[in-house]
């Protein structure tokens, strides 16, 4: 199984900061990486897709780069609504999607 | 719209059986890769199944030989058959659609708490 390792673990910003999350692949995946946000109690939302794609609706404070086996979600400015935690997937073997660990991002 | 609704889930002692279903509305599912995932709590997401358009299905190491996934056509539902339940099976179970040439899970059910326990 290709395993996807994110890091932090768990962070702590302000409102307005500008955060980066890394997701790190064990194998090259090219683009084939998605970002998610889980808010307490709810199910996960996609936010990018493809690697870069931001989907339609999330704000374009949101940004993801990379390809290969390292990639980055950033958040330009914080916002209040934007402490979640948020969790990479790869789906370049379908069979067996697996996700990243999780990033907790907390209000500082 | 599309929606995805679980049911199914409760309290089951060890060595028990339970089947979930994932009702939805919007799209056809048989026409859709559609996965099952859960999250223990506390912990983060984790793949659980798959069953593509075509009818092939896969699973987690975790799950292989105990849980089953399937869907009925007519009802538009989506299953989780699950078998031997242990207690490391506790969790939240989402169904969620894939989709696009990069798979992404685009729309996800609200979950259904399933635990395990005597």
């Known amino acids: 199984d290709i395993q996807m390792t994110q890091s932090p673990s768990s962070l702590s910003a302000s409102v307005g900061d500008r955060v980066t999350i890394t997701c790190r692949a064990s194998?090259?995946?090219?683009?084939?990486l998605n970002w998610y946000q889980q808010n307490p109690g709810k199910a996960p939302n996609l936010l990018i897709s493809?690697?870069?794609s931001l989907q339609s609706g999330v704000p374009s404070r949101f940004s993801g780069s990379g390809s290969g086996t390292d990639f980055t979600l950033t958040i330009s400015s914080l916002q209040p609504e934007d402490f979640a935690t948020y969790y990479c997937?790869?789906?370049?073997?379908?069979?067996?999607?697996?996700f990243g660990q999780g990033t907790r991002l907390e209000i500082k | 719209e599309v929606q995805l609704v679980e049911s199914g889930g409760g309290l089951i002692q060890p060595g028990g059986s339970l089947r979930l279903s994932c009702a939805a509305s919007?799209?056809?599912?048989?026409?859709?890769?559609m996965s099952w995932v859960r999250q223990a709590p506390g912990k983060g997401l984790e793949w659980v199944s798959a069953?593509?358009?075509?009818?092939?299905?896969y699973y987690a190491d975790s799950v292989k030989g105990r849980f089953t996934i399937s869907r009925d056509n007519s009802k538009n539902t989506l299953y989780l058959q699950m078998n031997s339940l242990r207690a490391e099976d506790t969790a939240v179970y989402y169904c969620?659609?894939?989709?696009?040439?990069?798979?992404?899970?685009?729309?996800w059910g609200q979950g259904t708490l399933v635990t395990v326990s005597s």
């Open positions: 493809a690697a870069s």
């Open positions: 969620a659609r894939g989709h696009g040439n990069i798979l992404r899970f685009d729309y």
């Open positions: 997937q790869q789906s370049y073997t379908t069979v067996s999607i697996t």
């Open positions: 919007g799209f056809t599912v048989s026409s859709n890769y």
């Open positions: 194998q090259s995946i090219s683009t084939y």
């Open positions: 069953i593509y358009s075509g009818g092939s299905t």
